[in-house]
């Protein structure tokens, strides 16, 4: 069961609309559309609840640790709700995923991605599920850190929409069914 759903982002104006931020932004809409909002800050994080349809409590946290450090918040709240690795679902960033595509699975690597790596060692497991968002990828290696925190440009805009749309779709299944299964990663993939 799914006790926890987490969007990597950064804090502050500055990093809002950039390509790094795209699990807060699917946060943000998720919640809008499930009549919730981010008004509780705790766990160094902004945090939302809902119930799914067996009555059962659900938390969507946005991390404001800054990236890196993601794991500080999600290890905080996890312990204190006693929650575990598999009960939770991670939303943030590709490189290796071409714009707009969706990749949810049921565990894996960090795959370089440092907000990820941060919450594995948190919780000591890499058995959490994960929704990646493809963002493309810049030129050179080089580029990278400034391509992750540079905004999406306006050709891009529209399948971001979509992305975050059909994200949103699959996050309201996951949150209906209480879990995960091979249909919805179906869907969504």
Known sequence: MIRLIVGLGNPGKKYEKTRHNVGWMVLDRLAEVLG????????KGKIAELRNDDGKKIFLLKPITYM?????????????????????????????????KLRLRLKGSSGGHKGVASIEQCFGSQNFSRLRIGIGRPQTKEEVVN?????????????????????????????????????????CN
Do not use: H, Q, W
């Open 36 to 43: 919730t909002d981010f008004s509780k800050e705790k766990f």
């Open 68 to 100: 890196n450090l993601s794991g500080e918040s999600v290890g905080e709240l996890a312990k204190f709700y006693k929650i575990k690795p598999e009960e939770t679902l991670v939303i943030y960033d590709d490189l290796d995923l071409p714009l707009g």
């Open 147 to 187: 391509y992750v925190l540079s905004p999406f440009r306006e050709d891009e805009l529209e399948a971001l929409g979509k992305a975050i749309d059909k994200a949103v779709s699959c996050l309201k299944e996951v949150i209906k069914k209480g879990d995960i299964d091979n249909k919805i990663m179906s869907k």
